[in-house]
């Protein structure tokens, strides 16, 4: 009987691992792909060892019209987009987070259900309202208009780190004579440090990997971004340069995994404010 019991087990954790390393698979051979077909003189779509070494795809593709100036596009883009996005969701968490009122309530749903929106459903009327108001073809305009659609999930985040705060902390500086903007910036938000970094690189990222807005928003070539010029590599009749698709695709990741280096530690805090209101 406990031969058979373990023997269960044996097999339930083989299966789970066979599971597991199917997942793993899933996910590792798309960029297992990516790695070997930008050294690969003869990529195509199968996974395989490069037939030579070469770094010519990279060479070909790191050029001030391919890479050097969508990056840099994507760079301002999506780095000032992120910024307005964590000032206005801290702005805009604050009161939800200290004050109680019955709209409280109703307007977090609303926020919730602008998140539910598919961005291909509004683009029609945002893309007619950015021609009347002159915002189309702009880098500000597009900088608004990411920064609005990460706004609603960017406040819902916030505010949920925000309450993980002591308010007992704020009202200590209130008695110092700090206003609530000055408790906001010297209190709550070095507090809520994990919180900021997980806003920061949730809306990064999801800007960075934004194909339809910049392409929808902006029509001069020169100001176009990473996400939409990877476009080219996709030719007519079906050709597509894929070593230097990989390629490029290893550079455009890069910030991203760079930005997410750069505030891993802060990703890694937690709120240890448990015995800062003793005593």
Known sequence: MALTLASRRTTRRLAADAGLLVVAAAFVLPLAWVVLSSLDPHADLRVKAPDGLTLDNFDAILTPEITFTPLLNSLILCGSATLLTVVCAA???YPLSRFRSRFNRPFLLTILFATSLPITAIMVPVYALFVRVDLIDTMHGTIFFFA???????????????????????????????????????????????????????????MWGNFFVPFMLLLTPDQMPASVSINDFFGNRGMVAYGQLAAFSIVYSTPVILLYVLIARRLGGGFALGGAVKG
């Open 91 to 93: 702005l805009a968490a």
């Open 148 to 206: 609005a659609s990460q706004l609603p999930f960017a406040i819902w985040l916030t505010k949920n780190f925000m309450d993980g705060v002591p308010k007992e902390l704020e009202e200590a500086a209130w008695t110092d004579g700090a206003s609530s903007l000055q408790s906001l910036i010297r209190i709550v938000l070095p507090l809520m440090g994990p919180g900021v970094a997980v806003v920061t690189v949730f809306s990064f990222v999801m």
